[in-house]
C-alpha cells in the first residue's frame, strides 16, 4: 500500500539556523499537505501543494513538490523559538484515496 | 463555531474492557476520520468516511469499529481494549479530503 516516509525524525537546532525536513512517497501524489503540531498540541493545517515542481512561500517557511509529484520539502529560514513542534506530511495518492501521513520531523530549537 | 470536538479528554480501560470515543464536528464537513499517534509512528489512519452512511478501513482498522449515521457524529467503537490500543486518538474533518481541521484528541491507556 501507499507508504509516505519523512526524515529526519528529530531535527536540533541552534536558533538563526536552517531546518529542512523531506517526505517521500512510495506511489505518486495528487496533493501533499503539511501539518504542524505543537507540544501537547493537534496537528494545524499549514498548506497544501498540488502541481508538479510547486513552490509556495508562508514568511520564513518554504514549501515544495517535485516534479514527479512523489516529494516534498518544508524548509525554514532562521528558525525561532516558536517553530518548536513536529512537522508532519501527508499525501493523498492518485486515486483520491486516503490521507497518508509520515512519520514527523520534531523540531528542536535552543535559544 | 466550535469546530471538531471529541470526548474524552482521557480514558484509562482495563484489557476486554469496551468503550466509545466521541467525535463531533459544526462545519457540515463530509469527510471524517480517526488517527492514532505513537511515539516514532506518526499518525496512522484508523476508518475514515466521505459522508453519512459511508465508511471505509485505513492503515490499522483492526480492533476499532465505526458507523456514520449523521453528517455531524463519527464515533469510534473499542470492542475489547488491548494494551496495543494505548495512544492518542485524534479525530478530523474536512470538506472534501482537503485541509483536515482536528479534534484536541483522546489520551487513551489501556492496562
Known amino acids: 500500500g501507499q507508504q509516505v516516509m519523512q526524515i529526519p525524525q528529530y531535527q536540533h537546532v541552534q536558533e538563526g539556523e536552517d531546518f529542512t525536513t523531506y517526505c517521500n512517497s512510495s506511489?505518486?501524489?495528487?496533493?501533499i499537505q503539511w501539518y504542524k503540531q505543537r507540544p501537547g498540541g493537534h496537528p494545524v493545517f499549514l498548506i497544501q501543494l498540488v502541481k508538479s515542481g510547486e513552490v509556495k512561500k508562508q514568511k520564513r517557511l518554504t514549501f515544495q513538490f517535485g516534479e514527479a509529484k512523489k516529494n516534498s520539502s518544508l524548509h525554514i529560514t532562521a528558525t525561532q523559538t516558536t517553530d518548536v513542534g513536529t512537522y508532519f506530511c501527508a499525501g493523498r495518492d492518485n486515486q483520491g484515496g486516503k490521507l497518508i501521513f509520515g512519520q514527523g520531523t520534531e523540531l528542536s530549537v535552543k535559544p | 463555531n466550535a469546530g471538531v470536538t471529541q470526548t474524552p479528554k482521557f480514558q484509562v480501560l482495563k484489557t476486554g474492557q469496551s468503550m466509545t470515543l466521541q467525535c463531533a464536528q459544526d462545519m457540515n464537513h463530509e469527510y471524517m476520520s480517526w488517527y492514532r499517534q505513537d511515539p516514532g509512528m506518526g499518525l496512522r489512519l484508523i476508518h475514515y468516511s466521505v459522508g453519512a452512511g459511508i465508511t471505509d478501513q485505513g492503515e490499522v482498522p483492526n480492533g476499532y469499529n465505526v458507523s456514520r449515521s449523521t453528517t455531524e457524529d463519527f464515533p469510534l467503537r473499542l470492542l475489547s481494549a488491548a494494551p496495543s490500543q494505548t495512544s492518542v486518538y485524534f479525530c478530523?474533518?474536512?470538506?472534501?479530503?482537503?485541509?483536515?481541521?482536528f479534534g484536541p484528541g483522546t489520551r487513551l491507556t489501556v492496562l
Open positions: 478530523a474533518s474536512s470538506f472534501r479530503g482537503d485541509t483536515q481541521y
Open positions: 506511489t505518486t501524489l495528487s496533493n
